[in-house]
């Protein structure tokens, strides 16, 4: 696709956008910014490759598209500028990136979308992989979407990082504390994306914990399907990353995984996030009519 600030080439049927041709380091004009905007919600995830940038130009280009996120409760940050996270695994696997997620939705408000930037990287391995919630959603069957329309599901950041985070020394007393941070959030099951109106399926493995409108039983089958079905290939792009490139990720309507196959060689990321809204869901019209 053909923009005048660049051009964004489609890899994968559902997502994934690379831009070649256009250098991060330097200021943007706002016609550039809202290029790439647009080309985020046509592609759900940017791929910008080979960049050399600073932190600061990481900040910079991060500010052009919404207020920055607070620094992440569990990731390590930069002691310059806490919002830069290090995502950063050396000598073991990482806590909770080689999981299917969409970044914190344990939030009332979770970001609307996620700049990383690969600063160190493994000779081999060490892919990200994203999918789009949009296509996982279409392609499920009309009585199945019939029944997710009127849900919605609790979100746990103890779901997520409990394990991890227990298996540290005070990691009881770190996860009641993260706990009374960030109390159960409910979110619908099916979102609606503020700016382009399409529908997306909204719940994550590592964060989604109970359907709120169902028996536990019932719950935990419907969940289960709803994993395995997110999860399938038929939705994803995978990135194997050189130093220097960066992925912006739309994280209204993408899951993503990052893959940990790298043994105890050294892979660091630092990631920058943008403050996003409350998801909500309105039915389609033609939905509402059937
Ligand atoms: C993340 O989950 O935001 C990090 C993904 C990665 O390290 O590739």
Avoid at 24 to 51: H, N
Avoid at 130 to 139: G, R, V
Avoid at 241 to 268: K, M, V
Wanted: charged share 25%.
């Amino acid at each position: 696709m053909k923009f005048k600030h660049f051009t964004a080439t489609r890899r994968s049927p559902h997502l994934g956008g690379f831009i070649d041709d256009i250098d991060l380091s330097q200021p943007l004009s706002q016609e550039a910014v809202s290029e790439i905007r647009s080309a985020l919600l046509e592609f759900g995830v940017l791929f910008f490759r080979k960049q050399s940038i600073s932190e600061s130009d990481h900040l910079r280009f991060a500010a052009y598209f919404g207020e920055l996120d607070e620094p992440h409760p569990v990731f390590d940050c930069k002691d310059e500028d806490p919002r830069l996270t290090v995502i950063e695994s050396k000598g073991r696997a990482g806590d909770s990136e080689h999981q299917w997620h969409t970044d914190v939705t344990y939030q009332e408000a979770p970001s609307m979308g996620s700049i990383l930037i690969a600063r160190k990287i493994p000779g081999a391995g060490g892919d990200t992989l994203f999918a789009s919630m949009y296509a996982a959603y279409d392609k499920l069957s009309k009585p199945i979407r019939n029944l997710l329309h009127e849900l919605t599901a609790q979100h746990s950041i103890e779901r997520g990082w409990g394990t991890a985070l227990r298996l540290k020394p005070g990691g009881e007393q770190r996860v009641q504390k993260l706990k009374e941070a960030f109390p159960l959030m409910t979110h619908p099951v099916l979102r609606t994306h503020p700016e382009t109106g399409r529908t997306s399926l909204y719940v994550n493995e590592y964060y989604t914990q109970r359907i709120n409108e169902l028996s536990e039983l019932e719950s935990d089958a419907l969940l289960r399907l709803l994993f395995r079905h997110s999860q399938l290939p038929d939705f994803q792009i995978r990135h194997t990353w050189q130093t220097g490139d960066i992925a912006f990720w739309d994280n209204r309507c993408t899951q993503h995984y990052a893959s940990h196959d790298y043994g105890a060689e050294h892979r660091l990321m630092n990631r920058v996030t943008i403050v996003g809204d409350r998801p909500f869901y309105n039915p389609p019209s033609f939905e509402k009519a059937a």
